[in-house]
């Protein structure tokens, strides 16, 4: 009888340690998935429940149809293109920066991630104090010299979708530096080492040897962050609620007014698997993405 590969065992190991979690996740979100999509084929209003009627794929046309959503659609992918854009730059920077392992790295790193460790809602709620135009520290500064109008930092179309571009980017670019910092202490020294003994710049080190070695890491944040990104909606919500106009008006928050504020439960429904949809899309290209990589790496 032939034996077991160390591959097939390696592949039955990695199977058996994420089943738990695999479990996890069809026993909590199918439900409510299923639940979800169930909802968007029919027109579901709180306000007249006894009228409920099934409309098929009525609600995602309407979708495509409403200024409003498409309006929040490129709003939300413009915000994750700027917010994970500068989020990795910054965190590329800060990594490479803190890469040493001595006590002033290690205190700087400590007291980068505070704001990873608090909730956005509570992170919105102090941004939105700091940057108020009547009281806000920052706010009324920017006000008096002329950085912003006299509406504010949240008044202003522009600057309410910077605002809440360089809240998520003050929040999480620590996360992307500490994924990268593990990335950077997992390359072995006799790489860099050798290196430096063919003569190697430092921009050549980082082009040629880091950077490569690092793009597992690199994916790594650039997935997690860009789904995480495109679910925006706590800093938004306490902050501008969209505003000025649809200015910063985002899907998760649209499907939320449009099931909370106007109880539209099978339109919410469909904007919630439109959400969904594109983050899945885009979680699978980063995947493909990331798999090649690896190979490209490995040599398989």
Known sequence: MPLVTFAARRRAFLVLLGLPAVLFVLLVALGPLLEGLRWSLYDHNLLRPQRTTFVGLDNYARFLADPS???ALANTFLFTLLAVGLEMALGLALALALWADRPFERVALIVMLVPVMLTPLAVGLVFKALLSAEFGLIGHWGRVLGVVGERGFFGDPRAAFA???????????????????AGLAAIPGELLEAADADGASSWQ??????LPLLLPA????LLLRTMDAFRLFESVFVTTKGGPGDATNVLQLYAVKQGLEFFNIGYAAAIANVTLACIAVLAVLFVLVLRRADRRMTGR
Do not use: C, E
């Open 69 to 71: 959503a498409l309006r």
């Open 163 to 181: 605002s809440i571009v360089a809240i998520d980017v003050w929040q999480w670019t620590p996360f992307v530096v500490l994924i990268l910092r």
């Open 205 to 210: 080190r980082l082009r040629l040897v880091v």
């Open 218 to 221: 690199l994916l790594l944040a």
